[in-house]
């Protein structure tokens, strides 16, 4: 099994001190965890749980940043959790992860979600892991190596974190791993959460445009619904793992 000494926790918060002091107080202990902080307001009593407070550097910002730490850290397994995120067990969430990351193939990993914009992502009481093409980013693990493969995203073109999700799960199929949500249980993200669609999707769709066109591709594909079932993804297998 993976050791917990090979996983880092990062919690990103804006603006969400409360819940992501009392989330991260739930990690100690069992996984190296870290606060980072992107613009929020905090108070002098708050500010020892945070371990990096920048400025607005938003949702990619905040990613650049973990691709850094992680590398400078060597943890193996990278888990992104945005504080809005609610976990009803830490212990079973922590375990799932370590388990996941014991079968070779899987590179990137998420549990199933109460609501998604994706309806691969939303739990389906089937008690499995299932491939998919990509993960939603409120909620994932990885190893750091593939996010090393997509960092550092251009901030300039798309700060706010749409797309990147999908494009980290090229990255995963490149280097010869998959992409897997756990439908043995959730976790709640919710709805409405997030920065402002119309100038996120802006922002995403700038971004893709200046990406390799095989990503841009993958994204075009991955992103249709056809492709998110399990013929969809045994397709993109074919096209573009390794």
């Given at each position: 099994?993976?050791?917990?000494?090979?996983?880092?926790?990062?919690?990103?918060?804006?603006?969400?001190?409360e819940?992501?002091?009392?989330?991260?107080?739930?990690?100690?202990?069992n996984?190296?965890?870290?606060?980072?902080?992107?613009?929020s307001?905090i108070?002098?009593?708050?500010?020892?749980?945070?371990?990096?407070?920048?400025?607005?550097?938003?949702?990619?910002?905040?990613?650049?940043a973990?691709?850094?730490?992680?590398?400078k850290?060597?943890?193996?397994i990278?888990?992104?959790?945005?504080?809005?995120?609610?976990i009803?067990?830490?212990?079973?969430?922590?375990d799932?992860?370590?388990?996941?990351?014991?079968?070779e193939?899987i590179?990137?990993?998420?549990?199933?979600?109460?609501?998604?914009?994706?309806?691969?992502?939303?739990?389906?009481?089937?008690?499995?892991?299932?491939?998919?093409?990509?993960?939603?980013?409120?909620?994932?693990?990885f190893?750091?190596?593939?996010?090393?493969?997509?960092?550092?995203?251009?901030?300039?073109?798309?700060?706010?974190?749409?797309?990147?999700?999908?494009i980290?799960?090229?990255?995963a199929?490149?280097?010869g791993?998959?992409?897997?949500?756990?439908?043995?249980?959730?976790?709640?993200?919710?709805?409405?959460?997030?920065?402002?669609?119309?100038?996120?999707?802006?922002?995403?769709?700038?971004w893709?445009?200046?990406?390799?066109?095989?990503?841009?591709?993958?994204?075009?594909?991955?992103?249709?619904?056809?492709?998110?079932?399990?013929?969809?993804?045994?397709?993109?297998?074919?096209?573009?793992?390794?």
């Open positions: 099994m993976i050791s917990k000494e090979n996983i880092a926790i990062i919690i990103f918060n804006h603006e969400l001190n819940k992501a002091i009392q989330l991260k107080q739930r990690f100690i202990g996984v190296d965890v870290f606060l980072f902080d992107s613009g307001q108070s002098n009593l708050e500010r020892q749980y945070f371990d990096k407070a920048f400025e607005n550097i938003y949702y990619n910002g905040l990613l650049n973990t691709n850094e730490f992680l590398k850290q060597g943890y193996e990278g888990v992104i959790i945005t504080s809005d995120v609610e009803s067990n830490i212990g079973i969430f922590l799932k992860i370590r388990r996941a990351f014991e079968k193939e590179g990137v990993y998420a549990p199933s979600a109460e609501y998604s914009f994706h309806h691969h992502m939303i739990y389906n009481k089937s008690n499995s892991v299932q491939q998919v093409s990509f993960t939603e980013g409120f909620c994932f693990a190893r750091s190596n593939i996010l090393n493969e997509m960092c550092p995203v251009d901030i300039k073109l798309n700060k706010f974190g749409y797309g990147t999700d999908v980290l799960g090229y990255h199929l490149d280097q791993f998959i992409s897997a949500v756990d439908h043995s249980y959730y976790v709640n993200h919710p709805y409405g959460s997030g920065y402002d669609k119309q100038a996120a999707i802006k922002a995403k769709h700038n893709l445009a200046s990406l390799p066109k095989p990503q841009q591709w993958f994204y075009k594909i991955a992103t249709k619904s056809i492709f998110k079932n399990t013929f969809g993804v045994f397709v993109l297998n074919l096209i573009f793992r390794k």
